[in-house]
């Protein structure tokens, strides 16, 4: 059985003392709630605040990162380093996120490089993959999305790649307030759990989960969770208000 993961991207949003109210006030409306994992990914500059918030009142949230660099220090001006996000207790970060790979040219060779050093550092990478509209109306859907799993996933072993998550995030359903039918995704992620099998066995695809993102919000939310192949969503507008977060977080 698949644990739900709920995983709410703030992208470049919220200073540290907005990001605090945040983090508390979604506590204090979802506490109590259990077999859900809620993940938060702030900015960077955010996450020693929203760690000390979690700390000072037990909440049951995972820190999540929202990008990182592979390497662990160097002369790379402007990344952070899987070793600190460790310091400050991360627990998730967010690979290959469409923006990344639009705006800062993220190959799939760079998402693959983090992937692997995320599982070395023991943090859990959530894998983001998803078509442009333009290749969704070429029909090339399936191409792109099973490419960017197979070089995404390149040379990670079969003991670590169950603690991997993977987002199926249709670039056109992002920010858009267009999400795709919970079939269309349900279909793709079903065949992302094919291509696991085949690199994996079936027994290691069933373990992986697979969220759905783009334009999740309270209203749309119950159709996804209930496709078999759907084990949560990654969120970026829906997880920056306390109310529509913890609504999330509750239907799931
Ligand atoms: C995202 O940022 O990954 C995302 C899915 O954004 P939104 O929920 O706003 O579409």
Same mark, same amino acid.
């Given at each position: 059985?698949?644990?739900?993961?709920?995983?709410?991207?703030?992208?470049?949003?919220?200073?540290?003392?907005?990001?605090?109210?945040?983090?508390?006030?979604?506590?204090?409306?979802?506490? *109590?709630?259990?077999?859900? $994992?809620?993940?938060?990914?702030?900015?960077?500059?955010?996450?020693?605040?929203?760690?000390?918030?979690?700390?000072?009142?037990?909440?049951?949230?995972?820190?999540?990162?929202?990008?990182?660099?592979?390497?662990?220090?160097?002369?790379?001006? *402007?990344?952070?380093?899987?070793?600190?996000?460790?310091?400050?207790?991360?627990?998730?970060?967010?690979? *290959?996120?469409?923006?990344?790979?639009?705006?800062?040219?993220?190959?799939?060779?760079? &998402?693959?490089?983090? &992937?692997?050093?995320?599982?070395?550092?023991?943090?859990?990478?959530?894998?983001?993959?998803?078509?442009?509209?333009?290749?969704? $109306?070429?029909?090339?859907?399936?191409?792109?999305?099973?490419?960017?799993?197979?070089?995404?996933?390149?040379?990670?072993?079969?003991?670590?790649?169950?603690?991997?998550?993977?987002?199926?995030?249709?670039?056109?359903?992002?920010?858009?307030?267009?999400?795709?039918?919970?079939?269309?995704?349900?279909?793709?992620?079903?065949?992302?759990?094919? &291509?696991?099998?085949?690199?994996?066995?079936?027994?290691?695809?069933?373990?992986?989960?697979?969220?759905?993102?783009?334009?999740?919000?309270?209203?749309?939310?119950?159709?996804?969770?209930?496709?078999? $192949?759907?084990?949560?969503?990654?969120?970026?507008?829906?997880?920056?208000?306390?109310?529509?977060?913890?609504?999330?977080?509750?239907?799931?």
């Amino acid at each position: 059985m698949r644990k739900k993961i709920i995983a709410g991207n703030w992208k470049m949003n919220l200073t540290p003392d907005q990001a605090s109210t945040l983090v508390r006030e979604t506590w204090e409306e979802i506490q *109590g709630i259990d077999g859900v $994992d809620v993940v938060v990914c702030p900015p960077f500059i955010c996450i020693p605040t929203v760690r000390e918030i979690l700390d000072e009142y037990s909440i049951n949230m995972h820190l999540g990162a929202q990008n990182m660099h592979w390497e662990e220090s160097g002369a790379y001006t *402007g990344e952070i380093s899987p070793v600190m996000l460790k310091f400050y207790g991360v627990s998730h970060v967010i690979i *290959g996120h469409s923006e990344r790979r639009q705006y800062f040219g993220e190959t799939d060779q760079a &998402v693959n490089r983090k &992937v692997l050093s995320a599982l070395s550092h023991d943090l859990t990478p959530i894998m983001c993959v998803g078509e442009s509209l333009k290749e969704r $109306d070429d029909g090339h859907t399936k191409d792109v999305v099973v490419a960017q799993v197979k070089r995404g996933l390149f040379e990670v072993m079969k003991d670590v790649v169950r603690r991997v998550v993977i987002a199926y995030e249709p670039i056109w359903a992002i920010g858009t307030g267009k999400a795709a039918s919970a079939e269309d995704a349900q279909e793709v992620a079903s065949l992302i759990r094919e &291509v696991l099998s085949e690199i994996y066995d079936e027994d290691t695809s069933r373990e992986i989960r697979i969220q759905y993102g783009g334009s999740v919000s309270p209203e749309n939310i119950s159709d996804f969770m209930s496709m078999p $192949d759907i084990d949560g969503a990654l969120v970026g507008g829906a997880s920056i208000k306390s109310e529509s977060y913890a609504t999330l977080v509750r239907l799931a």
